[in-house]
């Protein structure tokens, strides 16, 4: 499993890479595997991404999420 971009630390969400946490003030929007929508979710953000490494970042994140649904047998909604 990828590690993800942040970590929770003493009631912060912080950046692994830059170490910098969000704000307590900044807006945070959190997707669940077991969120019937979530994967649905994850393909249109992907889709919107900008760079092949943010693609690729999501697309992982995206397999995991894939992965837990089937395992799990989350029932995705009917178009």
């Known amino acids: 499993m990828q590690a993800g971009k942040y970590r929770i630390g003493v009631g912060l969400i ?3 890479t830059t170490g910098q946490a ?3 003030s900044e807006p945070v ?6 969120d ?15 760079t092949p490494e ?8 995206l397999a995991e999420f894939a992965i837990y649904v ?5 029932k995705e909604p009917t178009p």
């Open 36 to 50: 019937k929508h979530a994967v649905h979710t994850l393909i249109a953000y992907m889709e919107a991404c900008e």
């Open 54 to 61: 943010q693609k690729e970042g999501v697309s992982r994140r």
């Open 22 to 24: 969000i704000p307590k």
């Open 70 to 74: 089937l395992k799990n047998d989350i």
């Open 29 to 34: 929007f959190i997707l669940r595997a077991q």
């Open 14 to 16: 912080i950046n692994h």
